[in-house]
C-alpha cells in the first residue's frame, strides 16, 4: 500500500529532516527513534510502513535538498554519514519537487497545485497522498466572509484578492486533489468553516494544529504534575531563544503572537485558571536550529508555601518534528484508509493547537491516540494486532 | 465517623506540619491546596472530613509541639499566623502524644506501642485508627531469619536481640492493635514477609513506600514524556541538596544508599532501561528545609540529535508530604471501612517506591487512585458520588 | 559630623529598607552584611558613623512608614523582628518626610522643595544633606532646549510647561539647596548639561546612574571573564522577571526601554562588541519584591567550539540596593566635605550607568573605587587610615 | 627563536586539541580565540610566535595522532575541516612523540626521557624547551623521606621502589635536561622540595598547578562579586559530571579528592571563610568532552535577606585547555629567555591552585600577568611594546 507524503515547504529544515529520516529509516541506516508510531503501543499492520513512503512537495525556493541536507549536517542537526549514504534517495526525492505555484488567480494557482498532486498519486501508483503543511509560520489571517461558505469561497477564489492565506489555499487544493491534510504548523490552513464543509463533504480526514516539540511538550506533562497534586501555580513565564528559518519568521510580532497564544491556552486548560506570566519568543540567529526554553514556575503548597520549578529545555526543533511528521503521515494515511472523516481530534497528542475540544494533558492524549490506533489495527483484515 | 491520626515521628517537621494543617482546615483557617482528595476526582463520602480526624502520636524526642510549630513558622514552613491562632488546638494534640517507648525486649515494647494505641482509640470513641510512619529515615535493615515467619518473629521478639528495625516494630504493633498502616518513609516497616501475613490475617490494609515529595515527582512525569515520545535517555543525573531533619539523616552514607536507589528504580521502570547517571543526596544545613534539586537529562532525538534538559526543584518537604499524610490517612481509613486488606497498591500515586508491581508514570497512577476512590465512594450507602 | 540622607521616594521599598537598616545599624541591631562601605579596604574617618546619619525625605504617596515596613517584613525583605523593635526610632523619621510638592510652576515646586530641604539641614544641624532619588524610574524625557543652558532653564521653569522631568526638578533643587546629589534610579536627574553646569558652579558633587543590583552586576563579572580569556560571546540573552512596584513602573515599555538599555551597554564596553541577544523585563505581580533573572550567553572557545553559561539571579532588589543607599550617601558626604566637585566617576562600582567614560568591569571599578576612598581618608587631619 | 614544547601525556585530548590548534594558527587556517597570550595587553615580542612552536611529548599509549584527532572532530571539539587539512602537518609531529620510557629504574626512565628531551632540542636547534605536563591526573602521592632532598632522592631514584610519581619523574627529568615545566593538572609533579630546590640550583623556572577551565574559572569571578559586595555566602555546591578521559579517571575517589580540595580553596582564600556545602565530581560518560557544571550559591544580603544564583556551565574542556597550554609555553619560554627562576607566581591566572601565596581573584591575577608580561617585553632589546 504505498502512500504519498506531500510536503508543503518541502526545501525548509523540518522537511528535509523529515526526508533525510525518512530515507534513512528505509535504507536501514538509522532506527526509529523520536517515531511514535514505532511504540509497542502503536505500531501494527494499519500504518504503511517506511518502505511504502513516496517523498514529494512543494517550496518557495530553489536551493537543492542535497545542499540544504548538508547545512543540516554542518549544524549538526542531521548525521553528515547519512547525508553522504544517501545522495542518490536524496536526488530521486528532488525530482519529486515542485515549485510553489504562482501568478494568476488564487483558484489557478490552486489548480496547479491540484494538478501536481494528482500526477504524483498516478505517476507512483500510490493509494492516497498525505498533504503536510511544515512551511514558515504566517502571520494571522485577515477574516473574509468567504471563509465561512464553500461556494462563497469558490466564487472569491476566482478574483483578483488574496482571500486565502497559502496555507489555506494548500488545503483547499488538497482537498479538492482528494487528499488527506495535516497542519504541523500554527498558521489557518484548514481552520475556515468552508474548508472543514469541503473536507467533509469530500470524505476526507485532517488534523492539526502546530506541532508540539519542545516547551509547550514539557509545558503537557508538569502542569498535570501541578493539577493532580493539587499545587496552585502562581506564575509560569516562559522565553523561548531561537534562531533557524522559525526563528526569523517569529520575529514578525504577528506570528509571534499566534504562537505565544497556543502556547498558554495549554496552561489555562489543564489547571482549570491562568497563572500569572507569559511566554515570550525572541529571535536569536546563533542558535541555529537549536531552541533553549527556559521557564520558571512559582506554585504555593500546602498552608500557601511558596515553592519554585525552573526548566531549560535544549533542543533541535527539526529533530524533534521530522519523526513527528512521518508519524502524522502514516496515521492519517491509515485514518483515511479507514474510511475516517474530519477532525482526528484522537491524534491531539501531537500537537501545541489540537482540533477540538479536547484535553491538552500529554498522558491522557497519549491514552487516546494508543485506543483509535488500537482500533485501526484491529480494522485491518486477518491482522494480529500487536 | 471520627478516625484516629497515630504520627510515629510526632514532632518532627513533617508531623508537625501535617498537625498543624490539619487543625487549620477543622477550623477552616486554610484551604486545602495541596490536599490530593479535596480535588473534584477524589472527594467524596467515603473519606474522614478533616473534621473527623483526631491526631496522637509516638516521638523519641520532647519538644513541645508548640515549639516545633514556631520553628517551622521562623523558616517559613507555616504562616506564623496559624501557629498563632491554634494555640489551644495544639496543646489539645500535645496531650495526645506519647514518648517512645524504650528499654525492655521488643516484645515489652510492641506492647506499650499496642496499649498507647488502644487507649487513643477508646479515649476518643474512635471508629479506627491509622498509623502513619514520619519518623527519621532509617539505614537499610539487618536480615534476620525470623523476619520471614509470623510465629519465628513473635518468639524472636522476646529475646535480647533488636530483631526488627524500628520502623517495623512499630508496623507491628499497628497490626496488633488493628491498624492500617501507612510508612510515609523509605524504612522497612511493613515489609517483611512475616509482617505482611501478620497484616493479612488481621484483615488491615497498608501503604507505602517513602512518599514522593519532590525530585521523583518530576521524574514521574517527565519520564513517561521522554518515553512516549520514543526519545532516547542517554544520561540522567540528580543532585539533591537538602538541610533539615531529614537531611542529617541522609548524610549518613547507609540512608542515602536507601533513598537513591529507590529514585533510580522509577527511570528504569518507566523507560524500559536505566540511563547513565546517579543521584545524590548532600546536606547542607543553611537550606533548612527546603530543598534544592538539580536534574541534568541528555537524550537522544530522530537520528540520534543529542539534546539536553534541566530542571531546579526547589520545594519544601515538610510543606508538601504533609497533605500527602492526611490524604493517605483518610484513604486508608476509607479502605479499611470498606474491608480491604493487604497492601493499598492503588495509593503508588503517593509513592516513591510503591508496593506491589505497579507504574511509575504519575499519570497512570493517578487514574488508577481515581478509579480506587471511586470505588470506595460507591460502596457507601446512599452516596450520590459527584 | 551629622550629616542629612533626604530620599526622594521616601515611602517606596529601596527607601524604607534603607532607612530600618540604617536605624538598625545605628542601634546594633544588625551587622553591616552588604555595605560596601564597612569593609576593610573602604572603611575609614573620612565617611559619617552610621550614627551620624538623620534621614528624611519627600514622597508623592503618604503610606505611613511603618505600614511600608510591616509589609516588607511580611514579604520577606527585612526581618519582622527589626520593625517591631523599631517602632520609635521610625515614628521619628515619619516626623521628617514631607509630601512632593504638586501645584504652581515647576519653578514653585523647586523652590518648596529647597525649603524642605534647607528646614531639614537647619533643624538637625547637619554639616550637609545629601539628597538620593530612589523614586519610580521614569520614561525617557522629552528634550527641551532649555536643558543646554542654566539661565533659558531657569527662565523656562516659571512658565506653564514641564521643563523638567521630576528626577531633574529634584536634582535642580538639591542643587539651589547646596546639597550633592546621587541618582539610584536610570531617571534623566542630574544629567542634562543645564544641571551640571549649575551643580559645578556650586561646587557641588554627584553620583549616578541606576544601582547595580542583580543581573547587570553579575554581568559585570562574568564578560570580564569572558574577555580576559579571548573567548568569544556570540549571544547574550536576558530575561528579568519582576513583581513590586519597580516593576510595575517597568512594565510601561518606555521606562523599560531606558533600563534595557543600560544593561546592554556594559556588555558592549566590556567585551568591545556587542554579542546578539537582547535583555527583557516582564512584570510577574506574584513574585513581589524578589527578582528572577535568567540569562544564556553562548561563546566560542579556541577552534569554534560552542559552548554555554547559563545563570538564575532570585534576589530581593530593595535588599539589595538599600546598603548600596547608605555607602553612596556616606561616599558623596565625605567628597562634598573635601571639597570635590562634578561627577564622581570614581562610585562607577555602584551603578549600572555610570557617569564618565569608565571602565564597566567590577573587578576595575572596585580599585578605582578603593583608591578614591583611601584618598579621602587619608585627607583626614590626624587620621590614620587603615 | 624557535622552542620546543615537550607534551607529557601527548595523545591525550587536551594534547592533540593543542597540536591541532598550533598547526592550524601556524598555517592561518584558525584565529587565536581562546588565546589569552594574543590579546592586546598581553601580546608582544618577548613572547616565541606560534610559528617559531615545535611540538613533541611522551605518551604510554599509541593511538596515532590522527586516529585521536579524528576521534575529537567527531565530538565536535575540534572542526573536522582542520584535521583533514593539517594531515601532513600532524604526521610531522606523530614523527616526534616518543613511547614513555618504562622498565628499569626510576633514574633509568628518567635518563631516558632526558635523552629524549635532549635529542629532540638538539635535532631542531631549538633556543629551549618547555615540557607541560597534560597527562592524566594521579591519586594523591604517597610521601616518602627522599621528596625532602636533593642527593637523597637523587639516591633513591636508582633503587628498587617507585620513589616519584610519574608526573614528578617528568619534572626530574625535565630539570635534569635543563627544561622549564609546566604542570597544567592537579598531580605532584615539581611540588616537592626536592624539586624545586634541583630546579633552583639549575636556574628553570616553572608553573602550576592545575589549568582553569571550567567551574572554578567562574568560581573565581563570582566568589569577588560577593566579597566586593559584602555580600555574606551561606553556601556553595557545586556539581561537576563530565566524560572523557579525565573523567574515567576522576571515577577514582583519590584523584577527585585532589582535585575537588584544589576547587574549594579557591572559595576560602577569595571570601576569607569557607561557606557550606562541596563539590562533586562525577563521572557520565555519554557526556563525553563536554562538561557540565552546576553550582547553587546561597547568600544573605541588607539585613539577612536570604538570596540565590545558580549557573549552569556546559563547557568543553579540552577547547578551553589547549589554548592555555599554548600561552603557558609561550610564557615561561619567554621567562626562561629572561632568565627568571623558580615558580612563576605571576601566571596564577591559569591555574586553579597557582603556585606560592597569591590572590584566587580572577582578575587580580589578570592585573598581575598583565604586568609581568609587560615587563618581558620590555627586556627585548629594541622593542616597542604595545
Known sequence: MRTGVWLVGARGSVATTSIVGALALRSGLTGPTG???????????????FGDLVLGGHDVVTTPLA????ALA???????RLVDALGAELAA?????????????????AAATVADLTAFRQRHDLARVVVVNVSATEPTAVPYPAHADPAALRAALTGADEVLPTSSLYAYAAIEA??????????????LPALAALADERGLPYAGHDGKTGETLVKSVLAPMFAMRHLAVRSWSGTNLLGGGDGATLADPAANAAKVASKQRVLAEILGYLPQGGTRIDYVEELGDFKTAWD????????????????????????LAAPLVLDLA?????????????????LAFFFKDPLGETTHSLGDQWHRLCAYTRGLHEGIPGADPR
Open 330 to 346: 502514516r496515521l492519517t494515511a491509515a485514518a483515511h484508509a479507514a474510511g475516517h472523516r474530519g477532525p482526528l481530534e484522537e
Open 67 to 70: 545542499k540544504r541536507a548538508e
Open 296 to 319: 520558571l514556575i512559582t506554585f504555593a503548597g500546602f498552608l500557601g508555601t511558596g515553592m519554585r520549578l525552573e526548566f531549560t529545555w535544549h533542543g533541535c526543533d527539526s529533530a
Open 93 to 109: 526525492v528532488e525530482g519529486e519537487l515542485r515549485p510553489a505555484p504562482t501568478g494568476g488567480t488564487q483558484a489557478e494557482r
Open 35 to 49: 517515531c511514535v508510531t514505532e511504540l509497542p503501543d502503536l505500531r501494527g499492520p494499519a500504518l504503511p510502513a
Open 178 to 191: 482528494g487528499c488527506p491534510y495535516v497542519d504541523f504548523t500554527p498558521s489557518t490552513g484548514l481552520r
Open 74 to 80: 554542518a549544524a549538526g542537526v542531521v548525521p553528515a
